[in-house]
């Protein structure tokens, strides 16, 4: 296992930084902000209104996998149990079967091939589904959505694998406002844009560890079992994204609950036979300790709803519960990390401060995938 130390002079070395880094991640991460405007701007140039026109669908199928579902997650959560339409998230390669012409299919897909996407969109064309492709510029879904004359946001080539969530989401909260689903307020695009580049700047390579939240959390994860713990749906959809980037760039395993619902398992794991078991000594030389441990990452969402009025003993909120988690951590000795509380969160909206805490746990996991030296492992 690297140390901390070791992992510290990596991460604060521009130049080995960049050498274990050949895919370019890094710089990717840094250029959420751009990717989102420049989405924008392709998204305007698809014509939604091809689409949007025809009033408001039935449901909303969102057709992806890894990103393209975390996007769909993202869109659910914010339109929220309120929503006039249904919002299904699948995989793919087949449309649910009872999508029909009142419905509208959105294929979201880093690659724009292969089955799970291409599939999907002339089944949409074959059962009169209205259809909005998201992907590559040259890649087959383009000629299966033009062949059903349907709108298509055509990405450029510099987009890199595992950093093109942001191009996947835009095009969705564009056609989400457009057929007033969701309020301009609440799909701040430029917010979160704004947001990403706040936090590129605070995150950024040339900021040292000690001022940078993201290499911070790299070197607390270095030897951790993170347990996420997501305060309602929204937050639950960026512990879905914290988890499989912890799990695809760095290796790390990553167990997330979803707050209130699943309170009484992460309590559980927090205090079962994982949690420290030499609590008395608090002041101990933890570099003595072997093997990872336990940290407990919160991941908060502050208009993620209050009590249900059950009247039920269990906690029936998502900020009650995680409450209960981080007392259950304090009891049991478990380091907690906040991800993306420093500076003063509350000033971001709701989408903007999502953005943040993606944004952080992005660079976190590219820095702590550099710092194992995962990249240059890969085979090219």
Known sequence: MTSPELA????????????????????????????????????????LERVTDGG???????VGRREGAVAGSVLRALLGPSSP????????????????????????????????????AYEAARRG???????P??????????????????????????????????????????LGLLPAGVADVE?????????????????ESFVNPAKTLALELLDALPVVAAEGPLA???????????????????????????????????????????????????SDDEGRRLRL????????????GAGEREPRSADEALQQVLRTAATHNVPVSGLAEHGDPVRFGRLPRLARQVAVADFSAVYLALALDAERALPT
């Open 129 to 135: 589904v209205s259809l909005v492709g998201i992907g």
């Open 236 to 286: 639950g959809a960026a512990a879905t994204r914290v988890a499989d980037q912890l799990a695809t760039l760095a290796g790390l395993p990553v167990t997330e609950f979803r707050l209130p619902d699943q309170r009484v398992a992460a309590c559980a794991v927090l205090g079962g036979p994982l949690a420290p078991r030499d609590g008395g000594d608090f002041f101990r030389d933890r």
């Open 8 to 47: 510290e002079e990596v991460l604060d070395d521009l130049d080995l930084l960049r050498a274990r880094d050949p895919r370019g991640l890094l710089p990717a991460v840094a250029g959420a902000g751009a990717q989102v405007r420049e989405t924008t701007r392709l998204t305007e140039e698809a014509g």
């Open 85 to 120: 339409v249904t919002v299904d998230v699948v995989p793919g390669p087949a449309l649910p079967v009872w999508a029909g012409p009142s419905d509208i299919a959105v294929v979201a897909t880093r690659t724009g091939a292969g089955t799970y996407a291409v599939g999907p």
């Open 297 to 308: 990452l919160t991941i908060r969402d502050p208009e993620a709803g209050g009590h249900d």
């Open 137 to 178: 510029e040259d890649a087959p879904l383009r000629a299966a959505c033009a062949g059903a004359r349907a709108p298509y946001v055509a990405l450029p080539h510099t987009r890199v694998r595992h950093t093109t969530l942001w191009s996947l989401l835009t095009p969705m909260l564009r056609l989400a406002t457009d």
């Open 56 to 62: 408001r669908p039935r449901g909303l199928i969102i």
């Open 191 to 207: 917010g979160v844009a704004a947001a990403l580049d706040e936090t590129a700047a605070e995150c950024g390579p040339a900021r």
